[in-house]
């Protein structure tokens, strides 16, 4: 089946900290893989997406890798600011038609 | 593009009252999804329309929720009678398939609360 699993919050990093946030993956074939992020009081936004192996998704300072080998694609950004926090979800879909979600990972930032 | 529209933003009713959400997708796309968010259950998906089909509804936690998609600017989910374990914040998204490489949209949300 298809499912995604990413680490537990919430997690608090002080300005200008190197953030990691982990997600694998289990699917069939070969899926796209997204994060998306939610501000309080809003819906899911697309942080950033790869559709292959080796692809690397980047946007606003934070990188992910899509490696098959691990099923993980880790979400990672070198300086986080205040204005990062949120609530990160990494998702998967097989099709395109239908997203898994992971449980969310809660980030706050602290000045 | 306004973005997928949701409405309320945000909806008080009392427990055994019927409940209407509404949801208007980005023009032009043809997947319109309806997802539901806790804290105890995370983001879970309730149904999804192709073309406004309903093409699958097993997230449907029972007969009091159904969805309709009558034309495709508009959909609606109807929670009836509805009761306090069904306060949550409902999502409505849309997405344009091409390829697996696309993303879907969400509106900002319809945060329900039954008392």
């Known amino acids: 089946g298809n499912s995604v699993t990413q680490m537990e919050g919430p997690v608090t990093l002080s300005e200008e900290a190197f953030l990691t946030i982990n997600c694998t993956y289990t699917?069939?074939?070969?899926?796209?893989l997204f994060w998306y992020v939610q501000y309080p009081g809003e819906g899911l936004q697309l942080l950033l997406k790869?559709?292959?192996?080796?692809d690397k998704g980047s946007n606003k300072g934070f990188e992910a890798t899509y490696r098959k080998e691990t099923t993980s694609f880790h979400l990672e950004k070198g300086s986080v600011q205040v204005s990062d926090s949120a609530v990160y979800f990494c998702?998967?879909?097989?099709?395109?038609?239908?997203?898994?979600f992971g449980t969310g990972t809660s980030l706050t930032v602290i000045p | 593009d306004a973005g997928v529209i949701q409405s309320p933003r945000h909806e008080v009713t009392e427990m055994g009252q019927e409940v209407t959400l509404r949801c208007k997708p980005i023009s032009g796309h043809d997947y319109l999804f309806w997802y539901r968010q806790t804290m105890m259950r995370g983001l879970e998906l309730l149904i999804y329309?192709?073309?406004?089909?309903?093409?699958?509804d097993s997230g449907m936690p029972e007969d009091r929720f159904s969805a309709k998609m009558p034309n495709a600017s508009f959909s609606t989910l109807k929670i009836q009678p509805s009761e306090p374990r069904d306060s949550a914040v409902y999502f409505c998204?849309?997405?344009?398939?091409?390829?697996?490489?696309?993303?879907?949209?969400f509106g900002p949300g319809t945060r329900l609360t039954v008392l």
């Open positions: 699917a069939t074939g070969y899926p796209s």
């Open positions: 998204a849309s997405s344009f398939f091409r390829s697996s490489a696309d993303t879907q949209y």
């Open positions: 998702a998967l879909t097989p099709t395109g038609n239908q997203f898994y």
């Open positions: 790869a559709t292959k192996a080796d």
């Open positions: 329309f192709n073309n406004n089909v309903p093409i699958d």
